[in-house]
């Protein structure tokens, strides 16, 4: 009964927590729509760590959590969570790189946009600008996420948007 009643409390979370994500769905892409979506299901996902200690437990329900969401009117707004050693933990569109340390991975710039990620989480979330390639064209593009860390985990949560793409 207990855990029923639990099971129940964390599904009322992350309804509440995922309400501002539906809210953008129809939205344009914009710094404050990203930003709104990510703090808010990474306070979800904390939330429901409170009840899995076990790490595995925790990326399993996290992938499960994220995969199939998608927000903006052309479904390109995702959720993608790495370990404070930049590790990819969960990635809703590109799970064959989930597992791999990206840390080190530089940019056309030759900067690590991880390192960069790990770095604003430890310090409590917030936006990153870097280039990135975009899968469809292999070509790099700037680019900016907004970055969180999810409560009760040793992860943080994250979505970007390129910047030929945001509006104002």
Known sequence: ????????GITLLLILA???VRSVADGLPTRQNIELVVRSTATGL???????????????????????????K??????????????????ATQPDV?????????NIQERHAVRSFVNVAKKGGGYVEYWWKKPETGIYHEK????A???????F???GIYFSSLRP
């Open 1 to 8: 009964m207990r855990r029923a009643l639990s099971l129940l």
């Open 18 to 20: 995922i309400g501002p």
């Open 46 to 72: 904390g939330a429901l760590m409170e009840d899995i200690y076990d790490q595995d437990e925790q990326i399993e329900a996290i992938r499960r959590f994220i995969s199939p969401i998608r927000f903006f």
């Open 74 to 91: 052309d479904n390109s707004g995702y959720f993608f969570v790495f370990d404070s050693t930049g590790k990819l933990v969960a990635h």
């Open 98 to 106: 989930v597992g791999q340390r990206l840390q080190d991975i530089k």
């Open 144 to 147: 900016i996420s907004f970055i």
């Open 149 to 155: 860390p999810i409560p009760n985990t040793d992860f």
């Open 157 to 159: 949560l994250g979505s």
